[in-house]
């Protein structure tokens, strides 16, 4: 089952108060939970905590989101898998320890004994998530709350752990509810699918009812507005259009994306390396790249994580070490200048990071987050206020003046990304790298912050690099498109050229892993 909707539609609450797991001072205040099994039925809102702790990990278990805050950083990951087993079922360590080697094969993590004895941080995002599976799996659960799951992983990788429930349902007979804000992961597993807005459920049905008939003009929001592989609409439809019977998908096609190119590149990178450790331990994240980017452009940077593209937008901006190789920005070497000069420079290249709530300093005001690029550049005339120009940041990223007194926290994930936009903002940059700028947001929220960068990009004559591991995002949003594996440039042309004609093999998986492009489960 499918339970899907927007960040604060009331889907983990719901999925929480299953196990007795709500957060102090929420509580059920009415309604029921009913586990059936063994021709007895039992009502999970009535059960006493002794009770509830015979169903958790038990019976019920759960996987989150982001499995490095879920996991224990200060304990190794079999030790952490053990403690289902070893705590609820009194397993002795050692048969314990066999069981979660096994589990950790049945969840395909390559050498699970050295994954046993590795600490969280050695692994990467998927399989940090696959040692959270296998504690799911530990205690022999009847039902799997899969809060989440996917929501920060690349396309490929979410693709196998997608693959992998599904094998893991039908081995060990598990039902499963998947949490997503994206209808079109559902799409390609889910047998049932139910929608839920501001704590209500609109919409429920098959996936095929769901995806191809859907009823409540909430449902519609959802799906329209993910960018589409074979559309091209001037804007991304938002939940709020379909909500207010607006359907953007009849405004006129911006066409194709195609540009004409200035005699001089405002960008030139050539033959960068980059390159982290020493002697043996080296590792080359950035080989010998070469490209130009030319005012007023998008260039888009595809690839899994891990394969070059945050270093290589970070040796642009002079923010890591480059081994090798030059980058020039208006014809001028920035790893050639000193720090005084680069300074000077900074103002006109800017960052927008991917996660802007670790970005942004939590013990600050948005009023001072933003006012200091204005004091450090000296951006704020005699005559004028930082005040008043901080309020003109906030209203161009779609913000209100009442946010400059609160603090990162206060603000939803979708605000906080217009708050960091708004900071890269302040400097009047004419070059932006966006890292992963909007991979963490709802798909409703991503359309808008989408439309936002474009707004931004005609009315100020910006230039972007776009960096995302999301095929389908870099395709609307970029003129050209650049794909990176293994630190090196693999494919570069057009948008449409790449997604019709990809040349590449590796281009061609991150094609097929896009969500939507196909079921994994088979149609209900």
């Given at each position: 089952m499918g339970l899907v909707g927007e960040s604060g539609s009331g889907k983990t609450i719901t999925a929480l108060s299953l196990p007795g797991l709500l957060p102090p001072g929420v509580t059920v205040t009415s309604g029921s939970a009913e586990m059936h099994s063994d021709n007895k039925q039992l009502n999970l809102y009535n059960c006493s905590e002794k009770e509830l702790n015979k169903v958790r990990g038990n019976r019920i278990a759960m996987i989150f989101q982001e499995p490095m805050t879920s996991l224990n950083p200060t304990m190794r990951c079999g030790l952490q898998a053990m403690e289902t087993l070893v705590a609820n079922q009194s397993i002795p360590s050692g048969p314990a320890r066999e069981k979660i080697i096994e589990l950790f094969e049945d969840v395909k993590l390559p050498d699970p004994k050295r994954v046993f004895s590795a600490w969280p941080y050695e692994l990467s995002g998927g399989q940090r998530q696959r040692v959270m599976i296998a504690m799911a799996l530990a205690g022999s659960p009847e039902l799997l709350i899969a809060d989440e799951p996917t929501t920060a992983l690349d396309v490929t990788v979410q693709k196998s752990i997608l693959e992998l429930l599904l094998d893991i349902r039908d081995k060990y007979r598990l039902s499963i509810l998947f949490i997503t804000h994206d209808l079109m992961v559902l799409n390609q597993i889910a047998d049932e699918i139910t929608v839920m807005y501001r704590g209500r459920i609109v919409e429920s049905g098959s996936r095929k009812e769901i995806m191809e008939f859907p009823k409540d003009p909430y449902t519609r929001g959802l799906i329209a507005c993910k960018p589409s592989l074979t559309e091209q609409p001037y804007r991304l439809p938002t939940i709020g259009d379909f909500l207010e019977g607006r359907d953007p998908r009849k405004a006129k096609s911006s066409g194709s994306n195609e540009k004409t190119m200035e005699k001089e590149p405002i960008l030139m990178v050539k033959d960068l390396m980059v390159s982290y450790g020493k002697g043996k331990k080296s590792r080359t994240a950035v080989n010998a790249v070469s490209f130009d980017l030319y005012r007023g452009e998008t260039l888009g940077l595809v690839g899994e994580s891990g394969r070059g593209k945050t270093s290589l937008g970070r040796a642009i901006l002079q923010l890591v070490h480059a081994e090798s190789g030059t980058v020039s920005y208006k014809n001028t070497p920035l790893n050639q200048l000193s720090s005084k000069e680069l300074r000077k420079i900074r103002r006109s290249i800017q960052i927008v990071f991917q996660d802007p709530y670790s970005s942004l300093n939590p013990g600050k005001t948005i009023g001072n987050i933003l006012s200091e690029p204005l004091i450090v550049h000296k951006l704020?005339?005699?005559?004028?206020?930082?005040?008043?120009?901080?309020?003109?940041?906030?209203?161009?990223?779609?913000?209100?003046?009442?946010?400059?007194?609160?603090?990162?926290?206060?603000?939803?994930?979708?605000?906080?990304?217009?708050?960091?936009?708004?900071?890269?903002?302040?400097?009047?940059?004419?070059?932006?790298?966006?890292?992963?700028?909007?991979?963490?947001?709802?798909?409703?929220?991503?359309?808008?912050?989408?439309?936002?960068?474009n707004d931004l990009k005609e009315s100020l004559n910006l230039t972007y690099i776009f960096i995302s591991h999301d095929l389908a995002v870099v395709k609307y949003m970029s003129d050209r498109i650049l794909v990176m594996s293994e630190g090196n440039i693999v494919e570069s042309g057009e948008p449409l050229q790449i997604y019709l004609n990809p040349t590449q093999e590796y281009t061609r998986k991150l094609i097929s892993s896009i969500p939507g492009t196909q079921a994994i489960g088979p149609a209900p």
């Open positions: 704020v005339g005699k005559d004028e206020s930082v005040r008043h120009r901080v309020v003109q940041l906030l209203e161009r990223v779609g913000l209100d003046s009442e946010a400059m007194d609160r603090y990162p926290h206060q603000f939803s994930g979708g605000q906080r990304q217009r708050i960091g936009i708004a900071r890269a903002l302040a400097c009047e940059p004419e070059f932006i790298v966006l890292d992963e700028s909007v991979s963490a947001l709802d798909v409703s929220v991503q359309a808008q912050v989408l439309n936002l960068l």
